[in-house]
């Protein structure tokens, strides 16, 4: 076990027994957003199919920021399609997410803030998604923003304040909340992986 490891579940009680203590310091999942960029043209509406169908809202289209000759891309051309799910939808499609990528996260999926992102590459490998053969198969970015609750005044529109230092949240609060909530292991590096023939 590395010394980062050992670490967190050293300060892994800590935390658990300060939100207890303080329940306005406990996380909660702010938003879950998923975006799929798939570049103009059918395969983004059918990226668009295969999104609304997975989280039941309309997703969202967006735009190139400039033209990439290299890749066919017109600046303000419609590229990529995302959908930002909230509370109690935003829960279970992470569930079923997290079920995707076998209940294991890295540590380098993880920003300074406390928030974390990763990747599917294929959409039917979430549970009870089957396959379809007009729609083909499609990958996924998912980040997920962790907060603290009180997070609010730093984007309303009246008197917004800073959140200070003691209130943010930390990679490693995150890691215990996500860790103890879904159950997810978090490891280092990836494993490697063993084929039989």
């Given at each position: 076990m590395s010394a980062e490891n050992e670490a967190l579940l050293e300060n892994e009680e800590l935390y658990i027994k300060d939100w207890e203590t303080y329940p306005m310091r406990e996380p909660l999942i702010s938003k879950v957003v998923v975006d799929m960029c798939t570049g103009a043209g059918e395969q983004l509406n059918r990226a668009s199919t295969i999104l609304e169908e997975l989280t039941d809202q309309t997703p969202v289209q967006s735009r190139a920021k400039q033209t990439v000759r290299e890749f066919g891309i017109r600046r303000r051309e419609?590229?990529?399609v995302r959908?930002?799910?909230r509370d109690d939808k935003a829960t279970e499609f992470l569930e079923k997410a997290l079920?995707?990528?076998?209940?294991v996260l890295l540590i380098k999926?993880?920003?300074?803030s406390g928030?974390?992102?990763?990747?599917?590459s294929e959409h039917i490998d979430i549970p009870d998604v089957k396959y379809d053969p007009e729609l083909g198969i499609q990958?996924?970015?998912?980040?997920?923003?962790?907060?603290r609750p009180g997070y609010r005044?730093?984007?309303r529109r009246k008197q917004r304040a800073k959140i200070p230092y003691r209130h943010r949240l930390t990679p490693e609060e995150s890691m215990v909340f996500i860790k103890n909530k879904f159950g997810v292991e978090i490891l280092e590096k990836e494993r490697e992986r063993t084929y039989l023939f």
């Open positions: 419609p590229i990529a959908v930002t799910l079920k995707a990528k076998d209940e999926n993880w920003d300074d928030n974390f992102a990763f990747g599917i990958g996924m970015n998912i980040t997920v923003c962790v907060e005044v730093k984007r």
